[in-house]
């Protein structure tokens, strides 16, 4: 199945043109006017340029000034193979599409509402015939009845028209295009951008991720910039400084070798205030904990062991018996 974009917008076919998905780009005179463009000839120009294939208005009142619009756009530089001209149904747009497709041009007949006028399109030899499901919706009709109506006419009879699903107005209109079996889809880029998402992808895609990174990232290699540390002689508030500057939930202390002879958590934080303690008193005053440590060239993945059996939240770093960081689980998965 083609899929299309349908736009106007030059950063939204740019943005589209880099993923190499879209078999083209159908376009109206509405979508033109909605981005403000008054240059229609330049604005095709500069579209055909950029995409495989380009699908355009041809308007006339009757069918010579249809072939002769056709004929016109054309000698701007379009590329005949690489054009294809829209034609609003009509018994002068279905005229006018037969003579254009005998000279060789590309015809999408369009703005389709019923199985007849999808025959009359078909029978006239149309490239495409175009009807449009989500306005036909919107009248309360059903819409998409009368494209796989479309769809089983030309396998059964044969014809040499594809039935392109448009006016696509969710993700749940291209699912259905697919179902029905239908040879083109024209979408809109915001509703093109949700085909490939789902949330469970989404959460299984963190997953892999999350455990790739256990596996192939060392401690050294997740570690903050910051190097929580305090002294013995420091003070309770001096250590919340370093917490609050580092983002932690904690502290190490050092001796003078820059070696880990405790750690000062929040939870230590909370107990010594209910315990009538003030943030003036210096670490040397408490009974410090002995920290759970890690060697830097370890993997996150023996870090995660550690959490696990130790059910601490944050783990002293060292390399050679120096502290070098800490490292909080929150960082597993960042």
């Not at 009757?62 to 056709?70: F, W």
């Not at 509703?191 to 992808?201: A, H, S």
């Not at 003036?280 to 060239?297: F, Q």
């Amino acid at each position: 199945m083609e899929l299309y974009l349908d736009s106007a917008d030059i950063n939204e076919i740019r943005e589209v043109s880099k993923y190499g998905i879209v078999a083209g780009v159908t376009t109206t005179p509405t979508f033109m006017h909605r981005h403000g463009i008054t240059d229609i000839d330049a604005a095709i120009v500069e579209l055909s340029k950029m995409v495989d294939v380009i699908q355009i208005e041809a308007l006339g009142s009757n069918a010579d000034e249809i072939v002769q619009e056709a004929y016109r756009q054309e000698a701007l530089g379009l590329d005949r193979a690489k054009t294809v001209y829209k034609i609003p149904v009509s018994l002068e747009g279905v005229k006018a599409c037969k003579i254009l497709t005998d000279q060789g041009f590309l015809v999408n007949v369009h703005l389709v509402y019923t199985l007849q006028q999808a025959y009359m399109a078909m029978n006239s030899g149309a490239t495409y015939v175009c009807p449009l499901v989500g306005r036909l919706q919107d009248q309360g009709h059903d819409a998409l009845a009368l494209v796989q109506q479309c769809v089983d006419a030309v396998n059964y009879y044969g014809y040499n028209t594809k039935v392109m699903f448009s006016s696509v107005r969710n993700a749940e209109h291209v699912r259905n295009a697919i179902n029905i079996g239908v040879h083109t889809v024209t979408v809109p880029w915001k509703i093109m951008k949700q085909l490939t998402e789902n949330n469970f992808t989404t959460i299984g895609t963190k997953e892999f991720e999350q455990h790739t990174r256990l596996m192939m990232v060392k401690v050294s290699q997740a570690l903050k910039k910051e190097n929580p540390v305090a002294k013995a002689t420091d003070t309770i508030a001096d250590c919340l400084v370093k917490m609050t500057a580092g983002g932690f939930g904690a502290v190490t202390v050092v001796n003078g070798a820059s070696e880990a002879i405790g750690i000062f958590t929040d939870g230590d934080l909370r107990r010594l205030i209910e315990a009538g303690g003030s943030i003036g008193d210096t670490l040397s005053s408490l009974e410090l904990k002995k920290p759970k440590s890690i060697d830097a060239d370890e993997l996150l993945y023996k870090a995660q062991q550690i959490f696990s059996e130790t059910k601490v939240d944050e783990l002293v770093v060292t390399q050679n018996g120096k502290v070098v960081g800490m490292l909080d689980i929150q960082q597993l998965i960042e």
